[in-house]
């Protein structure tokens, strides 16, 4: 293995190219499910499994992810699941039958269970706070391009060859990882691992997996139906069982001590709460342009687009202000916006222009640029090194568990009260009744943001350079010699 690449430009590379190919998959995938139907002559609520297989595989190997890393690094652990993602994405598109195409996309989750903590735990680890908040500015125009593109082209490739394209896409951009992955990202491991608690790592991916069942297959099976409360109780079973078994254990699968660190706990529950008004209005825009207004799948895709563009405008201002506002105001003006751009979403109606629509997405993309990052950035500064790849594992839970619900709340929120064929298309009020669901949601989580205290996030974050040269200096290694900490301070390393 050659590493005359520094690792602090090969690791960002790395997380850009894991992070690209697993939004552009789950954006993607959604915009072939009619096709799908029509191909094995199914309605597409019988494609419920093909949707819901991917988060419950990915919540059964999330909780594994950390030891699995300190056990065999985080190198091997980030190539292995980018090998397994990529060949099911091929696998995923020469799928003969239904039953092999769920097969192969609960692989797929399998593999993205590992690869989001991986390549999350390797920056925190390579970088320091200070770092991390100018490295963020970059990072953000490919994770956002990802969700704009996504739409755009798999109408492209579905129109223009086949469903299967949105998934074969996939396999060149894989191979394409692994292989500098390969030849240039050098081994990650601070310490060797603990005992596996098998025992825990069993309850948790039993607790998730049932959970995420349950909450992803609501909305689309009826919340009363058996299957979907059984999986509801016990999940919620499950799970109590799990967190007194990881509280008592001398060493748990997830490190859920983490969680008396009121940083580390307070940033986590706004990112779960936040992130359902914020998701909720990405799972929402594309339905109400398509089934409110009568819209195409590319008028959807084409108008959905601009909040992209708005979260890269925000996380240029973040990466410059967040040492001197810290993390506390950012985030809780970002969801301040995210109410009020719900509230001019609920005045929209059939009559609405997709220009109008555009801008509402930008200025939603506006406001979720301070929340993203800064939640990220914060949660990890009074984590320890050795703690570091199971925090990663916890804040990606808690993410997923947060997106998991946007959808639920959403489509549960649509069908309120309705009856009949208004089940299947909702009449307008449903909509406008979303959006204020959301903002209420929103602003609950802008509230609880305002009373964080973030004073550990900004003394452990020096100030930045200069802006000129400050994209290419934080990429170069960092000298030896390190300033001496305050007394009293403690030293933090990224």
Known sequence: MSTRLSQ??????????????????????????????????????????????????????????????????????LLLSLAAFTAASGLCGAAPDLLSLVGARALQGLAAGLLMPTSQAL?????????????????????????????????????????????????PFGAAAV?????????????????????????????????????????????????????????AGLLVVAVRHQLRSPVPVLRLRLFRDRLFRDTNLISLVGYVPMMGAMFLGPIFIQEARGGSALDSGSTTFTEAFGV??????????????????????????VAGVMLLFATADASTSLWTFRGYMFLLGLAMGGVFIPTTIASFSTVDRADVAHAAT??????????????????????????????????????????????????????????????PARTTTPAPAPAAGRASRFLRPRPRTRTRPRPGSRQKVG
């Open 8 to 77: 602090r430009r090969v690791v960002p590379i790395m997380a850009v190219l894991t992070t690209f190919i697993c939004i552009i998959d789950g954006a993607i995938t959604i915009v072939a499910l009619p096709s799908i139907a029509r191909q094995f002559d199914l309605t597409p609520a019988a494609l419920t499994g093909v949707v819901v297989v991917y988060p419950v595989c990915l919540g059964m190997m999330i909780p594994a992810s950390a030891w699995l890393v300190e056990r065999y690094g985080g190198r091997r652990m």
């Open 179 to 235: 292989l500098f992955g390969a030849l240039f990202l050098a081994e990650h491991r601070d310490h060797a691992a603990g005992r596996l608690d098998l025992p825990g790592l069993l309850l948790c991916a039993a607790a998730t997996a049932t959970l995420m069942y349950g909450i992803c297959a609501g909305p689309d099976l009826g919340w009363d139906r058996p299957q979907v409360v059984g999986a509801l109780v016990v999940g």
């Open 123 to 171: 920056l925190f680890r390579t970088f320091t706070q200070a770092e991390q908040v100018r490295l963020s500015r970059l990072m953000v125009i490919p994770q956002q391009i990802a969700p704009a593109i996504a739409p755009l082209l798999g109408g492209l490739l579905v129109t223009s060859l086949s469903w299967r394209w949105v998934f074969y896409v996939n396999v």
């Open 312 to 337: 890269l405008v925000t996380m240029q201002v973040v990466g410059a202000v967040y040492h001197r506002v810290g993390p506390r105001l950012i985030i809780g003006t970002g969801l301040l916006g």
């Open 394 to 455: 916890l804040n990606t839970v808690v993410r997923q568990t947060g997106s998991a619900l946007a959808p639920a709340v959403v489509t549960s929120v649509l069908v309120l009260g309705a009856t009949g064929t208004e089940r299947a298309h909702p009449p307008m009020a449903s909509y406008q009744l979303s959006y204020y669901v959301l903002a209420a949601v929103a602003v609950a989580a802008a509230l609880f943001a305002l009373t964080v205290p973030d004073g």
